[in-house]
């Protein structure tokens, strides 16, 4: 009827192709009658039946009664639902709880633990961090304390050694100053006593100068 | 005219030649109730590897994590920022349901590809990861919307409801849809991709039986990864949205 493909392996016909010479649309039912068993009985259990494709086929063909089938392979029941639903539902519910008792509660408690113990422990680790800080800080504390301690002692030396400069200076001036006073004063003596010389040298020179001036007298 | 027998026959020699079974169950009788077997069986085989490696690593956590406690302690970690970048603050109560919710999904689907569950012979249908059925992804996608409700209800109260309203009352039948939208596109976006995934795998394993297939079965570990991400991070925004306020 028409031309088959053979697999190699087996001599079933693999795919086969229609005849480009068809038989007019009358001779369908015979036609039909040809499809062999099987392959209607898959072609109902794929809930297509024969009919419907012919349908869906060429208007033609609708009203082609197709003969009944002989059970040469048992129907193919793909969408057959039956107890195996509730079933396998049934089954896949306990297996959730069987599995959320042994696998997902406990490993997920076990790794939220471990979790936690990591985060607390690295929570310890960050806390001695903050105790060498904390003693970080008081040694900064101590070098200010140290720091502001000498800075005043320095301050507290510095004033007392200006202080004793001072007082040895104003010491020192008062003396010069007395000194100077005492020299000033000799200075002054000695030039009244200098002006005094001179007032009884000029006495004298004035009468020899008049002595010499009136020898007649 | 031609779509019939060019689809049949396509879909024909797909299912011949890769021998998958979509849509193939083992029954197992409950009552007057069907059970798909093997997603329940491969769903306790999921259950057992992450019970059994969370027991093996977490038994006894040490201080400083090594090997499986180290991988476990990762995976918390990163379900944990999930829920906090899309819940905010108050995360914690819903780190259990994001988390299974991820974990859960995350090894069905990488059971999938990386379990041989294709050695172990059924007497009808096949082992593969539990989230290419569909009753699983909605299992998954229901109580997403139940918690979003519950974390609503619970943080607001009544005045949950007003969200409807919000920023105006014309949009109420939208934002009602949505409700009905959010665990839809959920379920149906994992079971898409996970059940496309195993389907190009072992289509083209039986096309070309050596190297071609490897790169898609990265792929596949990818796009596995990337779905149980997605399916996680949305419940997580779903619940932040309903949490948050509005103003």
């Known amino acids: 009827m028409a031309p088959t493909l053979m697999a190699s392996s087996t001599s079933k016909p693999l795919l086969s192709t229609p005849t480009p010479n068809l038989p007019p649309p009358r001779s369908i039912p015979i036609m039909a009658k040809a499809i062999p068993s099987p392959a209607r009985s898959l072609l109902k259990s794929l809930s297509i039946s024969p009919r419907t494709i012919a349908l869906g086929a060429a208007a033609s063909l609708a009203a082609a009664p197709l003969p009944a089938l002989a059970a040469e392979i048992e129907k193919a029941a793909l969408f057959d639902f039956n107890l195996t639903l509730p079933a396998i539902a049934l089954e896949f519910l306990l297996l959730m709880v069987a599995l959320d008792k042994i696998y997902f509660t406990p490993l997920g408690k076990f790794m939220d633990e471990r979790d936690a113990a990591i985060r607390a422990q690295l929570g310890d680790v960050k806390d001695t961090s903050e105790e060498v800080k904390q003693l970080e800080e008081q040694a900064a504390a101590i070098m200010k304390a140290a720091r502001a301690e000498i800075s005043a002692a320095l301050n507290k030396m510095k004033k007392e050694t200006t202080a004793e400069l001072e007082l040895k200076l104003a010491e020192g001036r008062k003396k010069v100053e007395q000194e100077l006073a005492e020299a000033l004063e000799l200075l002054e003596k000695q030039r009244e006593e200098t002006i005094k010389a001179l007032d009884s040298q000029i006495a004298a020179l004035s009468d020899e100068i008049v002595k010499k001036v009136l020898p007649t007298v | ?247």
């Open chain 2, 1 to 247: 005219m031609n779509v019939i027998p060019c689809s049949i026959k396509t879909l024909k020699g797909l299912y011949d030649i890769s021998g998958v079974e979509v849509g193939q169950h083992l029954y197992w009788q409950i009552g007057a109730l069907q059970i798909h077997a093997q997603v329940l069986i491969t769903s306790w085989v999921v259950i057992a590897i992450l019970l059994g490696s969370v027991i093996i690593a977490v038994r006894n956590p040490q201080t400083i994590p090594t090997g499986g406690q180290n991988f476990f302690e990762y995976v918390l970690e990163f379900i944990r920022d999930l829920s906090k970048a899309q819940i905010g603050e108050e995360y914690g109560p819903w780190v259990p349901f994001i988390g299974t919710m991820f974990l859960f999904i995350f090894v069905s689907n990488w059971s999938g590809a990386l379990l041989p569950w294709k050695i172990v012979q059924l007497p009808h249908g096949e082992l593969a990861a539990p989230t290419n059925d569909i009753n699983t992804t909605v299992a998954l996608a229901l109580p997403t919307s139940v918690a979003y409700f519950y974390a609503g209800l619970t943080k607001k109260g009544l005045g949950y409801f007003r969200k409807y309203i919000q920023p105006t009352p014309i949009l109420l039948p939208i934002n009602i849809l949505e409700d009905f939208t959010k665990p839809l596109s959920l379920s149906f976006r994992l079971f898409g991709n996970i059940l496309a995934d195993e389907l190009v795998v072992v289509v083209l394993v039986s096309l070309v039986p050596s190297l071609v297939p490897i790169p898609v079965m990265f792929l596949g570990l990818f796009t596995s990864g990337i779905q149980a991400l997605i399916f996680a991070t949305l419940a997580a925004a779903y619940i932040g949205e309903s949490m948050e306020g509005h103003h």
